[in-house]
């Protein structure tokens, strides 16, 4: 789910020298060529069940069923949450078990062409050499491959293992309500590795907190006149990214765009507004219908002309920035008033978009954002859903705050939901220093060490069970949460490794 702002800690030491892809040591005829194909044909079937946020009761099904169909007792919760117990080995019984945990959701976004249903369709994983991808989709890698790693584990591992719990949560990628609904009885084991960052040469040893607080702002809605002109603005194609993990790449958000623009433009209604699709990704396309008087359709032109060329100076890696100005029928539809209209955009614009403040703890990481990752014209109002972030409470509490007085001086209402809590960092545990060890033992050089701005499980099973030691890995993945997300198929072998490898510590 993350690529992750790196935070190297010199904390082990090269043992080896050599491949980067060592094989798992096993005399068993189960090769590291055999576990990345078995994880990737359980990821493929795993893309075959509709698996968006909220939408997760046949995964989980599918989940139950392939455990039972290998003899595994397997167990439900009121949020759908699965977990799946493996036993020990023979004579590894004593040794402290070990939560393998991934989550079941996924970012459910396509391009504008698409005409895939996420309801039903299956999505297809398409191999590119060294990569996997879908089409014109997301993946679905963040967090299915984490599944496929665990499951694989489960039932083919070449090295003896302690008490395997292997936990699959619902709807991370919204609110984490599955992770929130876990009971602090329900884990047995004493280590638990997520398996949900993105980069196989980085353990993850912290998160932020976040919480989600919506906006809806009222707009009166007396018809068109017969001689007001009506235009479609609509800005595309730009990079999006992870509202977590992307913040701070200096990307646009296409909400924010279409919002400036119009605030400084000439007077228009707005017939309605489009943009995005997830509070959790950094806007790709917005689109806004408004209607002007035949007078000031040459300044609202020059203005989308001088808009474009200033946006490209300002975020230069945006290079299929498109923006576009385009007629479209006057039919006398219901449009907000010229005064509803100049508010909404300037209560957009109003709102924080970005990196609000930096950690002074670590270099170059965020310490508190916010993403305002939907906007919507709705009945006779627009709605905005944004996502805010922070490593402190007090923060994430004062940027959701600001957000709210914000929106009240713009006579919106707003609401807060899904707050979960960060997930402090804890170098001393002794599953950090194994997943260290293991990995220079494995593939001869220093693992990188991690504390991300993005939201984790992690933050919820750390309040729930304090004497937890944890720690996050998984293979590399990029651009997720958009539909250019792809998958390393080589970092599957060095997970199977180093997942075992780290089972083996007393």
């Known amino acids: 789910m993350r690529t992750s702002i790196r935070l190297t800690l010199t904390l082990a030491t090269a043992l080896l020298a050599g491949s980067a892809l060592l094989a798992c040591g096993s005399d068993d005829e189960f090769t590291d060529a055999d576990a990345e194909q078995a994880m990737l044909a359980t990821f493929e079937e795993i893309n075959k069940v509709p698996r968006c946020s909220k939408d997760e009761t046949r995964i989980s099904a599918w989940l139950v069923d ?3 169909a290998r003899g595994f007792t397997v167990t439900t919760d009121a949020q759908d949450n699965v977990l799946i117990t493996v036993p ?13 945990q991934a989550h079941m959701d996924m970012v459910c976004l396509k391009t504008e062409t698409s005409t895939h249903d996420f ?21 679905g890698a963040d967090d ?62 912290g998160a932020a907190g976040g919480v989600h607080t919506d906006v809806e702002s009222p707009m009166a809605l007396p018809a068109l006149s017969p001689d007001q002109q009506v235009f479609m603005l609509k800005v595309s194609g730009l990079l999006g990214g992870h509202s977590g993990m992307d913040i701070d790449k ?23 507004m489009s943009g995005g699709s997830a509070d959790n990704a950094i806007t790709t396309s917005a689109e806004a219908t408004l209607a002007v008087a035949a007078d000031d359709v040459e300044g609202l032109q020059k203005r989308v002309t001088d808009f474009t060329a200033s946006a490209r100076v300002q975020y230069p890696e945006e290079t299929g ?53 939907i906007v919507n014209t709705t009945g006779s109002a627009i709605q905005i859903a944004t996502f805010q972030r922070s490593f402190h409470e007090d923060n994430l509490h004062a940027i959701a705050g600001q957000i709210a007085a914000t929106s009240q001086d713009a006579g919106a209402s707003s609401s807060q939901r899904g707050e979960f809590p960060a997930w402090p960092p804890n170098s001393n545990s002794g599953l950090y220093r194994a997943v260290i060890d293991a990995y220079s033992k494995l593939f001869g050089s220093e693992m990188t ?26 293979p590399t993945l990029e651009n997720v949460h958009t539909t250019n997300e792809r998958l390393k198929v080589a970092s599957l072998r060095k997970m199977w490794n180093l997942v075992q490898e780290v089972l083996q510590a007393p």
């Not at 020990?88 to 393998?100: M, N």
């Not at 958000?253 to 433009?265: P, T």
Request: overall charge negative.
């Open 66 to 68: 392939w455990a039972r």
């Open 88 to 100: 020990a080995t023979a004579g590894w019984e004593t040794r402290p078990g070990v939560v393998l």
């Open 119 to 139: 309801t039903k369709d299956p999505i297809p994983v398409i191999r590119d050499g060294d990569w996997v991808h879908a089409k014109d989709t997301t993946l």
């Open 144 to 205: 299915g491959i984490g599944i496929a790693i665990a499951l694989t584990i489960a039932e083919k591992a070449t090295k003896p293992h302690p008490k395997l719990e292997i936990l699959i949560t619902t709807d991370e990628e919204k609110d984490m309500t599955g992770a929130a609904g876990v009971s602090a009885t329900a884990l047995r084991g004493k280590r638990y590795i997520n398996l949900d960052s993105e980069d196989d040469t980085v353990v993850t040893l």
């Open 250 to 272: 200096n990307r646009a958000n296409a909400n924010v765009l279409v919002a400036q623009l119009l605030a400084e433009s000439v007077l228009f209604r707005l017939v309605g």
């Open 321 to 373: 920035m498109a923006i576009t100005l385009a007629p479209a029928a006057n039919v006398l539809q219901l449009a907000a008033s010229l005064a509803d209209s100049a508010t909404a955009m300037t209560l957009i614009t109003a709102i924080p978009q970005g990196v609000t403040e930096w950690s002074t703890e670590f270099a170059d990481l965020p310490e508190t954002s916010n993403n305002i990752g």
């Open 449 to 474: 060490t991690s504390v991300i701005h993005a939201g984790l499980e992690c933050g919820y099973i750390a309040e729930k069970y304090p004497p937890m030691e944890i720690v996050s890995i998984g």
